[in-house]
T-cell receptor, first 117, second 116 residues
Framework: AQKVTQAQTEISVVEKEDVTLDCVYE???????LFWYKQPPSGELVFLIR??????QNEISGRYSWNFQKSTSSFNFTITASQVVDSAVYFC??????????????FGAGTRLFVKA | DARVTQTPRHKVTEMGQEVTMRCQPI?????VFWYRQTMMQGLELLAY????????DSGMPKDRFSAEMPDATLATLKIQPSEPRDSAVYFC??????????????FGPGTRLTVL
């Protein structure tokens, strides 16, 4: 069965600090997809990144970077030099093939990040 | 800039009333998802469609909830009768499932439902 664990409920940092959000997942499939979404105070869910299970290359996009490690079933997200605008809830998600066809996605509980000026 | 649109953005209703939420997926996407977000349960998948056919609605309370896609540009989620415990934000998302696997889901702005 699928499971996504974001053990950090809330994190508070001061602007310009680096912060890492943890995500650990469980799946029996060899083919699956991992995602991170951002939910700012305005409420919308913004897509940040998608990785498939066969691509363990780490990725960097500006101040954001992601570390995917299949050996530990983790897909962690690091924000470098955090800014107040990074304050949001961040969700990790796992998508795998469903019995009914297509792919089924489950989301972690989210990590609320507060960045103080 | 293609986006998923949802209407209404906010809905306040009384217990027992029917509620219909609408979603327009991104043109060309072949999957549509309905999620419910509450503080207690987080983001829960209610239903999803591929090429307008329902693939999974196991997350949806069948006695009062129904989801349909009358055409490729419209998905609806209906609650009848509504109850206070249905108060939540309902998100619609659309995506493109390719032969090689799942694509990203893009979310609409959500409908904030309050049932009094």
């Amino acid at each position: 069965a699928q499971k996504v664990t974001q053990a950090q409920t809330e994190i508070s940092v001061v602007e310009k600090e680096d912060v890492t959000l943890d995500c650990v997942y469980e799946t029996r499939d060899t083919t699956y997809y991992l995602f991170w979404y951002k939910q700012p105070p305005s409420g919308e869910l913004v897509f940040l990144i998608r990785r498939n299970s066969f691509d363990e290359q780490n990725e960097i996009s500006g101040r954001y970077s992601w570390n995917f490690q299949k050996s530990t079933s983790s897909f962690n997200f690091t924000i470098t030099a955090s800014q107040v605008v990074d304050s949001a809830v961040y969700f990790c998600a796992l998508s795998e093939a469903a019995n009914t066809g297509g792919f089924k996605t489950i989301f972690g509980a989210g990590t609320r990040l507060f960045v103080k000026a | 800039d293609a986006r998923v649109t949802q209407t209404p953005r906010h809905k306040v209703t009384e217990m027992g009333q029917e509620v219909t939420m609408r979603c327009q997926p991104i043109l060309g996407h072949n999957t549509v998802f309905w999620y419910r977000q509450t503080m207690m349960q987080g983001l829960e998948l209610l239903a999803y469609f591929r090429n307008r056919a329902p693939l999974d609605d196991s997350g949806m309370p069948k006695d009062r909830f129904s989801a349909e896609m009358p055409d490729a540009t419209l998905a609806t989620l209906k609650i009848q009768p509504s109850e206070p415990r249905d108060s939540a934000v309902y998100f619609c998302a659309s995506g493109l499932v390719l032969p090689q696997g799942s694509d990203t889901q893009y979310f609409g702005p959500g409908t904030r439902l309050t049932v009094l």
